[in-house]
């Protein structure tokens, strides 16, 4: 066997490293690799009751006697990877200090990234009120002021709205997000725990991409 090395090319001892994946550890850049043989492909999907698209969108739903769950699930050809997730809770008279205009949840919305060989991560175990929500989006988007803050106008009909954007990549330092691997069972999932179908609208949606 002949040991080979890569090393930087001004007489240090700098030499590249072999990861586990059989990956070069060399440099981080702000971008995918530019010369890959494959391509990324953009992702938007909603959460929806079967995890695919074909499922149900509609969050309004009465979880307070059985929970009811909406998730993305892995695709069949490639691993997914979720960076961002938009969130629209719509409802008249919402305020942040309650769930849409109902009095804060019981038990709350939880998320979870759902995995075979790493388990079940929490990533929010009970989201009850409107602030929590955009408290796990580190305050995404920022707009507004006094009562109005981060809440828009006649977004479901005339009714007002927050709508969180829930950056992983800002929030967890994870540049390409929650991966879901191809042909498992993984899934990034919010289960409902109150009945929240008194609201005007709920729903979210998943961005990322395929690779």
């Known amino acids: 066997m002949i040991d080979v090395k890569l090393v930087d090319g001004h007489g240090g001892s700098n030499a590249a490293m072999i990861n586990g994946e059989g990956e070069l550890n060399v440099v981080v850049h702000p971008h995918p690799p530019k010369d890959e043989a494959e391509h990324p492909i953009p992702f938007r999907q909603y959460f ?6 074909a499922g149900s969108k509609d969050m309004l739903v009465n979880g307070s006697s059985t929970e009811q769950k909406f ?13 961002s997730v938009s969130v629209v809770i719509a409802d008249a008279s919402a305020t942040l200090n309650k769930f849409g ?3 804060a949840l019981s038990n709350g919305v939880k998320i979870e990234w759902v995995t075979n060989e790493f388990g ?4 929010a175990d009970a989201i009850t009120t409107n602030f929590e929500f955009m408290r796990l989006a580190a305050g995404y988007p ?24 829930i950056d992983f990549k800002s929030i967890f330092g994870m540049s390409w997000g929650f991966r879901l691997r191809k042909k498992t069972t993984d899934q990034l999932v919010f289960t409902i725990r109150d009945d ?5 609208q709920f729903d979210a949606i998943g961005y990322g991409i395929l690779f």
Not at 48 to 53: E, H, I, K, M, Q
Not at 196 to 200: L, R, T
């Open 142 to 165: 920022a707009f507004g002021n006094t009562t109005n803050t981060f809440r828009a106008n006649n977004v479901s009909g005339t009714s007002e709205a927050y709508i969180p954007h």
């Open 101 to 103: 205009n109902l009095t």
């Open 71 to 83: 998730w993305i699930g892995s695709n069949s050809e490639y691993d997914t990877y979720i960076n």
């Open 196 to 200: 929240v179908s008194g609201m005007d």
């Open 120 to 123: 079940t991560r929490i990533i």
């Open 48 to 53: 929806t009751t079967d995890g695919t698209s």
